[in-house]
């Protein structure tokens, strides 16, 4: 792909839509979430009085920009998994899940996995902006941002693959306007058999062959629907139990939840007020399917393509409720305005930092300029081998390698039981190394082939990743977790890469 200009003022007015978009749609939807019947609305329903409704949807993201701000542009899920620990008050679902998990000493994507029945829900997509703003026209990089965050709490589950889409397409929304372009982008990201291109490609199906939205909607309830609220009737309306959506697998809410966001774009066809409004007629997670419908368009058209009526009742501040904001309040964002001249400071040092893998450049002067951009070139090329790796254990960054520590689908170790560890390598410099591998584990472990090994890593473009497996024993665990320490050391270098891994003790499970 050629490198595309975008003028930094056009820039901001189409970060200001997302952000004015995304509250806006979160207020609209908010009184009506997880209701599983067809709604009426055609404007706000609340007393508002100037202020928007407070927006989990927004909230995370206010915390991920701090932690970019604080530690730069190459941050990871491990720094994320601090920050989530620290500042996310919410226990329930998969927030509370992934919290109890991390307290346990479990890195991600295994403390999004682990014992997680709602790791296919939506708490992922629903904070994907953040990605897409700070890498615009860059789906592949907002792609692996998106991949971090969303393994916190929804590891190996469809609440990934729906952030991974959603940001895909924000990213691509910057210096793409076709929705159909759009929603190929997004889907090239993520396997196509998984639950949430599944149910996309329902609602594209849907739209194609001349259904109405509701029909749509019905069509996607049918095939890819999760519970109603905890399965709980009173949730559900009676004309959707005639239909026998009445019940539904607890937890697999992001297939259908995404399906009915492409279905309100496709249906909405640009139209802010009427996309929103079939979002949240839809029912079930109305606020953020709104409210993610919101931040697309205003990706798409700008702040200058939201109505004015739609913005008035709410003005321009931002209401927190899921983030610890008394240790933060200096720091989160007042405004959408605060928010986003911010969002576009650290895109600026993200296209900075990654300009080996972008295209894109931000101007002062110059005005937008896509070329002869053709959306094919942003499509995933390959890339969801890389996905996979993210979802099978937790990675490292060094300066010179990453390390991806492989110890099976659970974070589990028992009695007697054999433990497989794969180490992949990836050597990103300029030159061959043999690295020193050392497991520190307590005596009561052992590891074959051994404790200590060698591996020759080399540059991708002269040779393959290095890879080795190893094998975990022990007769007898004590304690409620086995930690060990993975150590890897270059000859004549004197840095000392230190990962470590945490097992829990299984023998109860």
């Known amino acids: 792909m050629k490198t595309v200009t975008l003028n930094r003022q056009d820039f901001a007015n189409k970060v200001l839509g997302c952000w004015m978009g995304k509250n806006i749609g979160g207020t609209l939807g908010a009184p009506f979430e997880w209701r599983r019947q067809v709604n009426a609305v055609t404007f706000y329903t609340q007393e508002l009085r100037g202020e928007p409704m407070p927006n989990d949807d927004l909230d995370i993201q206010l915390l991920w920009l701090i932690a970019l701000e604080e530690q730069g542009v190459r941050l990871d899920a491990r720094t994320l998994a601090d920050y989530w620990r620290l500042h996310v008050t919410p226990h329930w679902s998969e927030y509370g899940i992934a919290k109890a998990n991390m307290g346990s000493g479990l890195m991600p994507p295994y403390c999004g996995t682990l014992n997680n029945a709602f790791k296919d829900s939506c708490g992922a997509f629903i904070r994907s902006e953040i990605w897409a703003c700070i890498a615009p026209g860059c789906p592949a990089l907002a792609a692996d941002y998106a991949c971090e965050d969303a393994i916190l709490d929804h590891g190996d589950g469809e609440g990934t693959y729906a952030e991974i889409f959603c940001a895909a397409l924000e990213s691509a929304a910057f210096i793409v306007s076709d929705l159909n372009a759009l929603i190929k982008i997004g889907l090239s990201y993520i396997p196509a058999t998984c639950g949430v291109a599944r149910a996309i490609q329902c609602a594209v199906k849907s739209f194609r062959t001349g259904k109405?939205?509701?029909?749509?909607?019905?069509?996607?309830?049918?095939?890819?629907?999760?519970?109603?609220?905890?399965?709980?009737?009173?949730?559900?309306?009676?004309?959707?139990?005639?239909?026998?959506?009445?019940?539904?697998?607890?937890?697999?809410?992001?297939?259908?939840?995404?399906?009915?966001?492409?279905?309100?774009?496709?249906?909405?066809?640009?139209?802010?007020?009427?996309?929103?409004?079939?979002?949240?007629?839809?029912?079930?997670?109305?606020?953020?399917?709104?409210?993610?419908?919101?931040?697309?368009?205003?990706?798409?058209?700008?702040?200058?393509?939201?109505?004015?009526?739609?913005?008035?009742?709410?003005?321009?501040?931002?209401?927190?409720?899921?983030?610890?904001?008394?240790?933060?309040?200096?720091?989160?964002?007042?405004?959408?305005?605060?928010?986003?001249?911010?969002?576009?400071?650290?895109?600026?040092?993200?296209?900075?930092?990654?300009?080996?893998?972008?295209?894109?450049?931000?101007?002062?002067?110059?005005?937008?300029?896509?070329?002869?951009?053709?959306?094919?070139?942003?499509?995933?090329?390959?890339?969801?081998?890389?996905?996979?790796?993210?979802?099978?254990?937790?990675?490292?960054?060094?300066?010179?390698?990453?390390?991806?520590?492989?110890?099976?689908?659970?974070?589990?170790?028992?009695?007697?039981?054999?433990?497989?560890?794969?180490?992949?390598?990836?050597?990103?410099?300029?030159?061959?190394?043999?690295?020193?591998?050392?497991?520190?584990?307590?005596?009561?472990?052992?590891?074959?082939?051994?404790?200590?090994?060698?591996?020759?890593?080399?540059?991708?473009?002269?040779?393959?990743?290095?890879?080795?497996?190893?094998?975990?024993?022990?007769?007898?665990?004590?304690?409620?977790?086995?930690?060990?320490?993975?150590?890897?050391?270059?000859?004549?270098?004197?840095?000392?890469?230190?990962?470590?891994?945490?097992?829990?003790?299984?023998?109860?499970?």
């Open 212 to 509: 109405t939205w509701k029909a749509a909607r019905n069509e996607i309830l049918r095939l890819h629907r999760g519970s109603a609220f905890f399965n709980r009737l009173n949730h559900v309306s009676a004309a959707d139990r005639r239909k026998g959506f009445d019940k539904g697998r607890l937890g697999y809410d992001a297939p259908s939840n995404v399906a009915i966001l492409v279905a309100a774009l496709l249906y909405g066809k640009g139209d802010f007020g009427k996309t929103l409004c079939i979002a949240v007629n839809c029912g079930e997670d109305t606020d953020c399917t709104a409210a993610t419908a919101g931040s697309i368009l205003g990706i798409l058209h700008g702040i200058d393509g939201i109505p004015p009526r739609w913005i008035e009742p709410i003005g321009r501040g931002i209401k927190t409720i899921s983030i610890n904001v008394g240790d933060l309040a200096w720091q989160v964002p007042k405004t959408v305005d605060e928010l986003t001249d911010r969002t576009v400071r650290m895109a600026e040092q993200t296209l900075l930092a990654h300009r080996g893998r972008t295209r894109v450049r931000l101007s002062h002067d110059q005005p937008t300029d896509l070329g002869d951009l053709n959306a094919s070139a942003l499509h995933a090329d390959g890339k969801n081998s890389l996905l996979q790796a993210r979802l099978d254990g937790p990675r490292f960054r060094f300066d010179f390698f990453d390390v991806h520590l492989d110890y099976g689908p659970l974070p589990l170790v028992r009695n007697g039981e054999p433990k497989t560890l794969r180490v992949t390598i990836h050597n990103t410099s300029r030159v061959q190394a043999n690295l020193n591998l050392r497991w520190h584990w307590p005596e009561t472990c052992e590891i074959t082939p051994g404790k200590q090994a060698v591996l020759s890593s080399w540059p991708p473009w002269l040779g393959p990743t290095a890879s080795a497996t190893f094998t975990l024993r022990t007769d007898h665990i004590e304690s409620a977790r086995l930690r060990g320490v993975l150590e890897l050391t270059v000859e004549g270098r004197p840095t000392a890469m230190l990962m470590p891994v945490v097992l829990l003790n299984g023998n109860a499970q």
